[in-house]
T-cell receptor
Framework: TQLLEQSPQFLSIQEGENLTVYCNSS?????LQWYRQEPGEGPVLLVT?????EVKKLKRLTFQFGDARKDSSLHITAAQPGDTGLYLC????????????FGQGTRLTINP | IAGITQAPTSQILAAGRRMTLRCTQD?????MYWYRQDLGLGLRLIHY???????GKGEVPDGYSVSRANTDDFPLTLASAVPSQTSVYFC?????????????FGPGTRLTVL
């Protein structure tokens, strides 16, 4: 059983389209992070959200932490081929604890 | 600055053999982690270390051991490899042990156990 469920697991869209990736759980998290991973490399942190309802923007990427701190979403506007990659959400259940629980990932492909 | 280096890049290993995956960081980070990544399961924490001299178990520690003799190095040992340990292994580090700290990942080691 996956503590953090990501959906969709695979997404292939055309350049210029918008998309949303979801990260859901029945558990409450003290913070949640989103990572992006390219083939043959380790994940790279995109953002950390810590407050329920928090919204953070990183250029065309918008991250939201649910009010109840059980879920999060990543929205990409006008997707570009350079956005292609594996997107991972990771949550920490206990404040201050370094043990992260990762979702299974969303493999995103943006076609030119 | 290299960040985190892992060795070897890939390895094919016979079942029952002992194997040590190496991880070195040059950022003077206190905390270090070992994860395994399997298709459809994301990353799962194997072991972690808050600071040199201390280690802790993660989500999937069975069959693995670690040591942290100094700040920079955090080797992961498979005492007797089994096929289910076939995976991509990532080492990571963070400045402290807080959940909001950025974890920096190495490039990974692809291990195949036959």
């Amino acid at each position: 059983t996956q503590l953090l469920e990501q959906s969709p697991q695979f997404l292939s869209i055309q350049e210029g389209e918008n998309l949303t990736v979801y990260c859901n759980s029945s558990s409450v998290f003290s913070s949640l992070q989103w990572y992006r991973q390219e083939p043959g490399e380790g994940p790279v942190l995109l953002v950390t959200v810590v407050t329920g309802g928090e919204v953070k923007k990183l250029k065309r990427l918008t991250f939201q932490f649910g009010d109840a701190r059980k879920d999060s979403s990543l929205h990409i506007t006008a997707a570009q081929p350079g956005d292609t990659g594996l997107y991972l959400c990771a949550g920490a259940k206990i404040q201050g604890a370094q043990k992260l629980v990762f979702g299974q990932g969303t493999r995103l492909t943006i076609n030119p | 600055i290299a960040g985190i280096t892992q060795a070897p890049t890939s390895q094919i290993l016979a079942a029952g053999r002992r194997m040590t995956l190496r991880c070195t960081q040059d950022m003077r980070h206190n905390a270090m982690y070992w994860y395994r990544q399997d298709l459809g399961l994301g990353l799962r924490l194997i072991h972690y270390s808050n600071t040199a001299g201390t280690t802790g178990k993660g989500e999937v520690p069975d069959g693995y051991s670690v040591s942290r003799a100094n700040t920079d190095d955090f080797p992961l040992t498979l005492a007797s490899a089994v096929p289910s340990q076939t995976s991509v292994y990532f080492c990571a580090s963070s400045s402290g042990g807080a959940s909001t700290d950025t974890q920096y990942f190495g490039p990974g080691t692809r291990l195949t156990v036959l």
